[in-house]
């Protein structure tokens, strides 16, 4: 597999989490360099463990997790979209309450977007393909594609406040719906 075939793949894995963090840059929760680090590290490092994960279980999981993975996904990434919604529509203005940088939330996010992944590693190991190097591009692109998102969201919200909270949430139930989508389409 060459890097550019490589590079290809990383920025469509990357594509979930790049949306996902415009949706929590809107919100201002990804506005601290702290926040941006966690969620640039914890997008990124699941993005590369996911393939590993799917590389190492082979053929063997592969009809177990295939049925319902793209649900998974879809549940994270709602539930945490209609809260982001919820909060935004909350006439008193108070902002989303949990941080997405943190705790569970961050963990129910690194696993939606990186579902995808575990796919990838899957079909890497079927076709006999070494899975150090691409997941290790698979995990520095979507951190930085991350990071990007983040910077851009950020510049939205500031613009058009607690609208991109609930752009965000929307943004975040969309994209689950997308992934159930594109599993459940002949």
Same mark, same amino acid.
């Given at each position: 597999?060459?890097?550019?075939?490589?590079?290809?793949? &990383?920025? $469509?894995?990357?594509?979930?989490?790049?949306?996902?963090?415009?949706? =929590?840059? +809107?919100?201002?929760? /990804?506005? @601290?360099?702290?926040?941006?680090?966690?969620?640039?590290?914890?997008?990124?490092?699941?993005?590369?463990?996911?393939?590993?994960?799917?590389?190492?279980?082979?053929?063997?999981?592969?009809?177990?997790?295939?049925?319902?993975?793209?649900?998974?996904?879809?549940?994270?990434?709602?539930?945490?979209?209609?809260?982001?919604?919820?909060?935004?529509?909350?006439?008193?203005?108070?902002?989303?309450?949990?941080?997405? &940088?943190? $705790?569970?939330?961050?963990?129910?996010?690194?696993?939606?977007?990186? =579902?995808? +992944?575990?796919?990838? /590693?899957? @079909?890497?190991?079927?076709?006999?393909?070494?899975?150090?190097?691409?997941?290790?591009?698979?995990?520095?692109?979507?951190?930085?594609?991350?990071?990007?998102?983040?910077?851009?969201?950020?510049?939205?919200?500031?613009?058009?406040?607690?609208?991109?909270?609930?752009?965000?949430?929307?943004?975040?139930?969309?994209?689950?719906?997308?992934?159930?989508?594109?599993?459940?389409?002949?």
């Amino acid at each position: 597999m060459s890097l550019i075939e490589i590079l290809i793949m &990383s920025v $469509g894995l990357a594509m979930d989490a790049m949306a996902v963090c415009l949706g =929590i840059g +809107a919100t201002g929760m /990804g506005a @601290s360099p702290r926040a941006r680090f966690r969620l640039a590290f914890h997008f990124g490092l699941f993005q590369f463990l996911m393939p590993v994960i799917g590389w190492f279980a082979g053929t063997t999981i592969e009809r177990f997790i295939a049925a319902f993975d793209h649900w998974v996904a879809f549940a994270l990434l709602a539930f945490v979209g209609v809260r982001m919604i919820r909060a935004g529509l909350q006439a008193d203005g108070e902002s989303y309450a949990t941080d997405p &940088s943190r $705790g569970m939330t961050l963990v129910m996010l690194s696993i939606a977007v990186s =579902i995808d +992944a575990l796919a990838v /590693g899957l @079909s890497l190991a079927m076709v006999h393909i070494s899975i150090w190097y691409p997941g290790v591009i698979v995990g520095v692109v979507t951190g930085a594609l991350s990071v990007v998102g983040l910077l851009l969201g950020d510049r939205l919200g500031t613009r058009f406040g607690h609208r991109m909270e609930i752009a965000g949430g929307v943004i975040l139930v969309l994209i689950g719906l997308r992934i159930v989508v594109s599993h459940t389409a002949f």
